[in-house]
C-alpha cells in the first residue's frame, strides 16, 4: 500500500500561483510513477501531469503545458505540482496518484493509489 497525503491548495487570483504537494509513505516511493488529475464540479476527472519514477520524463496535459511543472524528490518521498498563471478554469479538486514503476500515461485507471484531494480555487 502507499498513502498519498495531498497539501498547498487554497484560493489565489488568476494570474497567480500555486505549489501543490504530495507527500508518500508506505512502500518505496521510487518504485511508482505520480501522476496529478483535477476534478472540477460536475466534470470528469481529468489528467493533468505524470512524472517518471525518477523524474527523467514528464507529460502534461495540453491545457497547463507552460504553465504547470511537476517534479519529485525520491529522498524525501515527495512529488510536487507547481502551477503558474492560473486561471478560473483550473479550479478543481486536485489529486495526485501513483502508478507502476514504467508507466507514463494519463489513464486513470491505471493509477493503483489516490490521495484524498486538495482544493484549488482561482478567482477572476
Known amino acids: 500500500q502507499v498513502q498519498l497525503v495531498e497539501s498547498g491548495g487554497g484560493l489565489v487570483q488568476a494570474g497567480g500561483s500555486l505549489r501543490l504537494s504530495c507527500a508518500a509513505s508506505?512502500?518505496?516511493?521510487?518504485?511508482?510513477?505520480m501522476g496529478w488529475f483535477r476534478q472540477a464540479p460536475g466534470k470528469e476527472r481529468e489528467f493533468v501531469a505524470v512524472?517518471?519514477?525518477?523524474?527523467?520524463?514528464?507529460n502534461y496535459a495540453d491545457s497547463v503545458k507552460g504553465r504547470f511543472t511537476t517534479s519529485r524528490d525520491n529522498a524525501k518521498n515527495t512529488v510536487v505540482l507547481q502551477m503558474n498563471s492560473l486561471k478560473a478554469e483550473d479550479t478543481a479538486v486536485y489529486y495526485c496518484?501513483?502508478?507502476?514503476?514504467?508507466?507514463?500515461?494519463?489513464?486513470?485507471?491505471?493509477?493503483?493509489?489516490w490521495g484524498q484531494g486538495t482544493q484549488v480555487t482561482v478567482s477572476s
Open positions: 496518484a501513483a502508478a507502476s514503476k514504467y508507466y507514463s500515461g494519463s489513464y486513470q485507471y491505471n493509477y493503483h493509489y
Open positions: 512524472i517518471s519514477w525518477n523524474g527523467s520524463t514528464t
Open positions: 508506505g512502500r518505496t516511493f521510487s518504485n511508482y510513477a
